[in-house]
């Protein structure tokens, strides 16, 4: 089973940039569909974006326009580019392997690492 650790969370101003990177265990990443789900304090794990193994992507609502989500595969790693910051995004970002895509959202094997902290300031 492919294990996932998540990275490249901080500290950054509302209408900042950040990218966060899932690093991949093992010889390969092209054949799993992964996605990025987000948890804010006191609040439910949500899905944000997702990749699938024919690159397609797919993101939430409230995240569309806003975040890209691509990967590459040679590097083992499935990156989140995160733009236009918003206090809101404040969460513990996750990456998830896709047990399947099922209406536009990425559907966890629930295997999840530590997530990285990204936290919006004023």
């Known amino acids: 089973q492919v294990q996932l650790v998540e990275s490249g969370g901080g500290l950054v101003q509302a209408g900042g940039s950040l990218r966060l990177s899932c690093a991949a265990s093992?010889?390969?990443?092209?054949?799993?569909?992964i996605g990025w789900f987000r948890q804010a304090p006191g609040k439910e794990r949500e899905f944000a974006a997702a990749?699938?193994?024919?690159?397609?992507?797919y993101y939430a609502d409230s995240v569309k326009g806003r975040l890209a989500i691509s990967r590459d595969n040679a590097k083992l790693t499935v990156y989140l580019l995160m733009n236009t910051l918003k206090l809101e995004d404040t969460a513990v970002y996750y990456c998830?392997?896709?047990?399947?895509?099922?209406?536009?959202?990425?559907?966890?094997?629930?295997?999840w690492g530590q997530g990285t902290q990204v936290t919006v300031s004023s």
């Open positions: 998830a392997r896709c047990r399947y895509i099922v209406e536009s959202t990425c559907v966890p094997d629930n295997n």
């Open positions: 093992g010889r390969t990443l092209s054949t799993y569909s």
């Open positions: 990749i699938g193994r024919n690159d397609a992507t």
